[in-house]
């Protein structure tokens, strides 16, 4: 039996919790460290869930409040087409390459210390994943939206979340195609996370966008070409001299 991801079981659950009323509408949530005791997962784990009903409708955040619960609403998910092909999931990472690099050059912008903390967890939980030779891809996705929530800009974590089961396509079948074992294709995916943590806590922008772009365009050319590093190098030559209106 395919073992159910940890980021998959705490949403169905936290979210039937909802539908039943067993959190009642306009009540406040548990806090996520109570969700990770209670769950045994990391805070990444619950981000990744709760940025998923957020975006359902189902709850929603009060700076400094808490989150709460509101009436459902369609599923997030049902917004976007499903993926269907292979063109689907290269259009997917064009988009992917601009919106999430902006996601991680404000992530570098505005972040806080609590916001580090959660990407450098979520990072850790990844690389432990991947060193233990387990599945791993829903972490993968818990670090992207940890980013996303940094930002500190609603519609950065709420389409990432939205896009969900169309990025987990290509993150599944990359792992399928190449092998979780693949110690050189895990190092290089790894040291792309390292680059963009650490740009974003250094709170170099320019650097944080470009390594996050480079990261996908990366992802895609061993999804569809190989393991060769021509298009990284031919990304980062073209968009390396960008300015950002606000560091011009």
Do not use: W
Not at 46 to 58: P, Q, S, T
Not at 66 to 83: H, I, K, N, Q
């Amino acid at each position: 039996m395919a073992r159910v991801k940890r980021g998959e079981e705490v949403y169905e659950r936290i979210r039937g919790r909802i539908l039943d009323s067993t959190y009642a509408q306009n009540s406040r949530l548990p806090s996520e460290p109570r969700l990770c005791e209670e769950f045994g997962v990391s805070r990444p784990v619950i981000r990744e869930a709760l940025a998923r009903l957020r975006v359902e409708g189902l709850i929603l955040s009060r700076q400094g409040a808490g989150t709460f619960v509101r009436a459902a609403s369609m599923s997030g998910e049902d917004r976007l087409a499903p993926v269907r092909n292979l063109s689907d999931i290269r259009q997917c990472f064009d988009f992917r390459v601009a919106l999430e690099g902006e996601a991680a050059f404000h992530a570098a912008q505005n972040r806080d210390d609590s916001d580090l903390a959660a990407i450098r967890e979520a990072f850790d939980a990844f690389a432990n994943a991947r060193g233990r030779g387990e599945p791993s891809d829903d972490l993968d996705f818990a670090f992207h939206v940890a980013i996303a929530e940094a930002t500190h800009i609603y519609f950065f974590a709420s389409v990432i979340a939205s896009m969900r089961p169309h990025i987990m396509v290509g993150m599944e079948l990359a792992e399928e195609l190449s092998g979780i074992g693949s110690t050189e294709r895990m190092r290089h995916v790894l040291a792309e996370h390292e680059e963009i943590f650490e740009a974003i806590r250094e709170m170099r922008a320019n650097d944080a966008r470009l390594a996050m772009r480079c990261h996908i365009d990366a992802s895609r050319h061993r999804l569809f070409e190989g393991e060769a590093p021509g298009p990284k190098k031919k990304l980062k030559e073209s968009v390396g001299t960008e300015t950002s209106p606000t560091q011009r």
